[in-house]
């Protein structure tokens, strides 16, 4: 019968040494928790290493995402109407985009501004998206107003590689006002979700220095 050797005595690590490389081990990633979990997944940064790294805007995101997922499944539990694109939700409402009277000529040097009326119409538990082509550093005014009730609302951009950038957001609000300037060149708009029980209207007056106007599906 063969006996593998066992090392000797003094070969095999102390107590001490096996307490020391724990406590390290366990720092280790207690640091990793604060500095890097925390952040990425649950947007909260003590020691504000996860915003410096990028990563307590993506916990933050998580966290929105999940929000909105928990209010869809409590709005279908108390028989609210289901969130548009689901079984059964209601066909959304067509976007209506009147072109605003247009302004009066600008000098001939002058880049000529874009301007448009956008009505959108929300079931409860709705949202839709409105955004318009900037280039960086382009200015467009906008006003925004609810009729039937409020909404809550997110003014954020995108481009390939940036998937969301924030510029705002808001809770509960009948609308808002003010000049959106492009962070980079992109798509630059509001996304807005009506959490009532009754359908509301938003409509989106916008005019200023942008390509294009469309509905993000």
């Known amino acids: ?45 003590p020691t504000g290493v996860g915003r410096v790294l990028g990563l307590t805007e993506m916990g933050e995101i998580k966290m929105s995402l999940a929000a909105e ?19 059964g939700a ?19 040097a002058a880049s000529v501004a874009s301007s ?17 082509v900037m280039r960086e550093g382009a200015r467009v005014n906008y006003e925004w107003t609810v009729e ?19 510029y705002a957001k808001g809770k509960g609000q009948s609308g808002d006002r003010g000049l959106l300037v492009a962070a980079f060149d992109g798509k630059h708009g509001w996304f807005w979700r009506n959490r009532g029980r009754a359908p509301v209207t938003v409509t989106l007056r916008t005019s200023g220095d942008y390509q294009d106007l469309q509905e993000v599906k």
């Open 148 to 166: 039937g009730g409020v909404v809550n609302s997110d003014t954020h951009a995108d481009r390939p590689g940036t998937p969301y950038h924030g």
């Open 69 to 87: 997922a928990e209010a869809d499944a409590a709005a279908d539990a108390a028989g609210t109407a289901p969130p548009a694109g689901s079984p």
């Open 1 to 45: 019968m063969h006996i593998a050797n066992t090392p000797p005595k003094g070969e095999l690590p102390s107590s001490r040494a096996l307490l020391r490389s724990t406590a390290i081990a366990a720092a280790t990633a207690a640091v990793l928790l604060v500095t890097v979990v925390l952040p990425a997944e649950y947007g909260v940064d």
């Open 90 to 108: 209601p066909a959304p409402a067509p976007v209506a985009a009147t072109p605003a009277p247009a302004a009066p000529a600008a000098p001939a």
């Open 116 to 132: 448009d009326t956008t009505v959108v119409a929300l079931q409860p538990g709705q949202g839709r998206e409105i955004k318009v």
